[in-house]
Nanobody, 120 residues
Framework: QVQLVESGGGAVQLGGSLTLSCAAS????????MGWYLQAPGKSRELVAD???????TYVPTVAGRFTISKENGKDTIYLQMKNFRWEDAGVYYCYVDQLDRGSFAGRSWGQGTQVSVSL
């Protein structure tokens, strides 16, 4: 099992910036990729960005060019740098990892979520 601890949530001004972090521990050797989902108020959880263990990022179109996902070399920690914050970026951000077992997908683990709110 992999445990995830998120940090960095809080309040951000419209157009402002905020960086989230997510640290993985436990069976980290099984990790295939890590990423972030956003659950906005009244909506289902949706993918924001993903990064492979090799550092290749993927973004949904609504955040491409504004958000940057990165992985700290040698550590099982990822970051989500958010810029030019919009109203629709607010909500609870969840970190996740997808795990492998002998080359096959073995499940997804989630963090506890971190709240990000936006104000004028």
């Amino acid at each position: 099992q992999v445990q995830l601890v998120e940090s960095g949530g809080g309040a951000v001004q419209l157009g402002g910036s905020l960086t989230l972090s997510c640290a993985a521990s436990g069976s980290v050797f099984t990790i295939r990729n890590m990423g972030w989902y956003l659950q906005a108020p009244g909506k289902s959880r949706e993918l924001v960005a993903d990064i492979t263990t090799g550092g290749r990022p993927t973004y949904v179109p609504t955040v491409a060019g504004r958000f940057t996902i990165s992985k700290e070399n040698g550590k099982d920690t990822i970051y989500l740098q958010m810029k030019n914050f919009r109203w629709e970026d607010a909500g609870v951000y969840y970190c996740y990892v997808d795990q492998l077992d002998r080359g096959s997908f073995a499940g997804r683990s989630w963090g506890q979520g971190t709240q990000v709110s936006v104000s004028l």
